[in-house]
C-alpha cells in the first residue's frame, strides 16, 4: 500500500504503540485485497461483544486500553454495536456472573481508548445515519448493508479489531465497496411481490442472500411497488447479508444508485425470479415444530415504531412462554415514557436494552433456561441460531405473540 | 469383492492430481497439513461449536466433524463480524484450523486470520473445492501464494 508522511509515521511508531498496531492490522489486511492505499473515515462502529471476544480478545484491548493516555485515543467518532447483556436484566436471562465480569472490564477498556458505548445495530435510525458518498467503517453485516444500500454510504465489513483500527486512525484501506468497480450489480433479481410483514421482508432477503451467495455479488432488485419503509428495509438487508454475506443491494427506483436499472447494472448479471413461493419455502423450512419455549424479538434492535405494534399485541394477553424484545439504548427511553415497555411487561414479556439475543451467550442461556423451540420474525437470527442449538422458527410478529400466550405456534 | 477393491483402486487412482494451485490473496506463514474439504460457507459464528472444535450447524456439509489443526478449503465465508475475534480466541485455546482456504473470502475472516495469526489463501481461476481430494495433505505457502497437494490419501 501507498502510505502519506502521517501513515509512515504512525506504522513507525512515532506517534504510539497502538496506532502503529491499529494501522499496521489495516496494511495487512490491504495488502491482502490489494489496497493502493488509505481513504479518510468519519465514523466508526464497533462490533465486540465478549462471546466473540472471550478472555483473550478482553485482554488484547485491555493491553491498549493501557498503554499512554493521548497515544490510546480514537480519532473519529467511534461507537459500539450491541453488548452482551442488559445489566439490569441479566438474572432474568440466568447469565453467568463471569460473563457479566467480562462485559465489564470490554466496557471499561473500550471508554478508555476513547469509544461511545452506544450498544446498538440500528445506529442508522438512533444514532447519526451516513449520507451517500460518504466513507465509513462500520461493523455489524445489518449496519454495512443498510448503510451502504439505502444511505449510499460506503463501507466494507469491519470486524471488531478493523473497525477499532480505523478508530484508532481515523481511516481505513481503500478497496472493496469504497471503490465505484465494485458496486454495480452482479445479479439481477426481478420479482412481482412486495412483502407486506418484516417477516416476509427478511424472508425475501434471504432467499436473495442465497442466490447471491458471497460477498462480492451485489443483488439489483426490480419490481418491488412501493417505497419501504426503513424497519423493512432494516430485515431484508441483515437477512441478505446473514444468508449471502451480502453487503451491498440496489432496489430499482428506491435506493440512491439506482434510480434506473442501467445506473447500477454490471456486466454478465446473473438473472433470476424469485417471488412468495420462494419467500413461503424459506420459512417453511423453519417450521418443523408447532411447540415454543421462548419468543424473541431481535435481531436487529427493534425501532420505537416496531415496540409500538408488540405493545399493541400485547394488550389483554397473558404469556405462558417468556417474550423477549430487544432494542437499543437510545430508543428504550422513549418506549418508556410512550408505556410500550409497561404494556409488553404487562402482559408477562420483558424489554431488553442495549444487547442483541445471540450475542448474549446464546448456548448458554438456552441451557440455563431449558429454551431450545424459539419463535422469531427475524430472518437473520432463524439462520444464526441453529448453529447455537436452537430449533428457530420464522413467523409473523402477531403469530409469534400469539405462540407466547399458548405455547404453540399456529 | 475382488472387483469392487479393483474399481475403487482405480478411482483413487484417478483421482489423485499432483499439482500447485495458484491463489491470488494470501496471508500468514506456511503450513502443511491434512485438508478438510467442503463445497460450503463458513462463519465461526453460526457454523461451529468453538468450545469442542467442530462444525455445529445441522445444514452444514462438515457437520460433527472437528476443523481442529486441520486445512479447512471452503467455497466462501458467510455471516457476521464476530469471526474477526473468534479466530484469534480460538487460537488462545488450540481449537484453531491450521489453514484456510476459500473460492472468494470476504474481509471479515482476512481481518481474523490477520488478528490471529492464520494463514489464508483466496482467489482461485478455478473451484478450489473441486480440486482439493478431502483428506489430501497439502501445504500451503503464502509467500508464493501457493496450495500443493502434497499426498491425496481421499477418504
Known amino acids: 500500500m501507498r502510505l502519506n508522511s502521517e501513515e509512515k509515521a504512525m506504522l513507525a511508531g512515532e506517534m504510539g504503540p497502538v496506532p502503529k498496531l491499529a494501522i499496521g492490522h489495516q496494511v495487512q489486511v490491504g495488502d491482502f485485497f490489494g489496497a493502493r492505499d488509505f481513504v479518510p473515515v468519519t465514523q466508526a462502529h464497533i462490533m465486540a461483544d465478549t462471546e466473540s471476544l472471550g478472555e483473550h480478545g478482553v485482554q488484547w484491548l485491555e493491553n491498549l486500553a493501557a498503554a499512554k493516555k493521548g497515544d490510546r485515543t480514537v480519532r473519529i467518532p467511534t461507537i459500539t454495536d450491541p453488548r452482551g447483556t442488559d445489566f439490569s436484566k441479566a438474572r432474568e436471562l440466568k447469565q453467568a456472573p463471569w460473563m457479566l465480569d467480562l462485559e465489564r472490564r470490554a466496557i471499561d477498556a473500550f471508554v478508555k481508548l476513547g469509544v461511545s458505548m452506544t450498544d446498538t445495530c440500528i445506529n442508522y435510525q438512533t444514532v447519526l445515519a451516513a449520507t451517500r458518498g460518504e466513507h465509513v467503517a462500520f461493523g455489524d453485516t445489518g449496519v454495512v448493508i443498510y448503510s451502504n444500500s439505502v444511505c449510499g454510504a460506503r463501507s466494507n465489513f469491519e470486524g471488531g479489531p478493523s473497525a477499532l483500527s480505523a478508530g484508532l486512525t481515523g481511516r481505513t484501506p481503500r478497496y472493496g465497496f469504497h471503490l465505484d468497480a465494485h458496486r454495480r450489480a452482479t445479479l439481477h433479481v426481478r420479482t412481482r411481490y412486495t412483502p407486506g410483514s418484516l417477516n416476509d421482508w427478511g424472508a425475501l432477503g434471504g432467499v436473495i442472500g442465497r442466490l447471491a451467495g458471497n460477498y462480492w455479488d451485489v443483488p439489483v432488485i426490480e419490481g418491488i411497488d412501493r417505497a419501504p419503509t426503513s424497519d423493512e428495509l432494516k430485515h431484508f438487508g441483515a437477512a441478505m447479508a446473514s444468508f449471502g454475506s451480502v453487503a451491498l443491494f440496489h432496489l430499482v427506483g428506491i435506493t440512491p444508485e439506482a434510480s434506473r436499472l442501467a445506473d447500477v447494472a454490471g456486466k454478465g448479471m446473473r438473472r433470476h425470479e424469485v417471488g412468495r413461493k420462494e419467500v413461503k419455502a424459506l420459512q417453511q423450512s423453519y417450521a418443523v415444530d408447532a411447540k415454543v419455549d421462548v419468543v424473541v424479538f431481535s435481531a436487529p434492535q427493534l425501532s420505537i415504531f416496531e415496540l409500538r405494534a408488540l405493545a399493541e399485541l400485547c394488550d389483554g394477553r397473558r404469556f405462558k412462554v417468556p417474550l423477549l424484545a430487544v432494542t437499543s439504548p437510545q430508543v428504550k427511553p422513549d418506549s418508556d415514557r410512550f408505556g410500550y415497555t409497561r404494556r409488553i411487561e404487562a402482559a408477562g414479556g420483558t424489554v431488553f436494552a442495549g444487547m442483541c439475543f445471540y450475542q448474549s451467550y446464546a448456548r448458554e442461556i438456552a441451557e440455563a433456561n431449558g429454551w431450545k423451540r424459539l419463535a422469531t420474525n427475524s430472518a437473520k437470527m432463524v439462520n444464526i441460531l441453529g448453529g447455537y442449538g436452537y430449533v428457530p422458527m420464522l413467523a409473523s410478529m402477531e403469530d409469534c405473540v400469539e405462540a407466547a400466550q399458548t405455547g404453540r405456534l399456529a | ?155
Open chain 2, 1 to 155: 469383492m475382488i472387483a469392487k477393491a479393483k474399481a475403487a483402486s482405480r478411482v483413487a487412482t484417478v483421482r489423485f492430481h499432483p499439482r500447485v494451485l495458484k491463489a491470488r490473496h494470501a496471508m500468514g506463514d506456511r503450513v502443511s497439513g491434512e485438508a478438510l474439504v467442503a463445497k460450503d460457507g463458513f462463519s465461526a459464528r453460526y457454523d461451529l461449536d468453538r468450545i469442542a472444535g467442530v462444525f455445529s450447524r445441522p445444514a452444514h456439509k462438515l457437520a460433527g466433524q472437528s476443523y481442529v489443526g486441520r486445512i479447512l478449503v471452503l467455497d466462501t465465508s458467510k455471516g457476521g463480524v464476530a469471526s474477526a475475534w473468534m479466530l484469534a480466541e480460538m487460537r488462545s485455546r488450540d481449537k484453531v484450523p491450521l489453514a484456510i482456504v476459500f473460492n472468494t473470502v470476504n474481509p471479515i475472516l482476512v481481518q481474523g486470520a490477520a488478528l490471529g495469526g492464520i494463514a489464508m489463501l483466496a482467489g482461485f481461476d478455478e473451484d478450489v473445492t473441486q480440486l482439493v481430494p478431502n483428506g489430501a495433505t497439502v501445504e500451503i505457502d503464502p509467500q508464493a501464494k501457493t496450495l500443493r497437494i502434497v499426498a491425496a490419501t481421499g477418504r
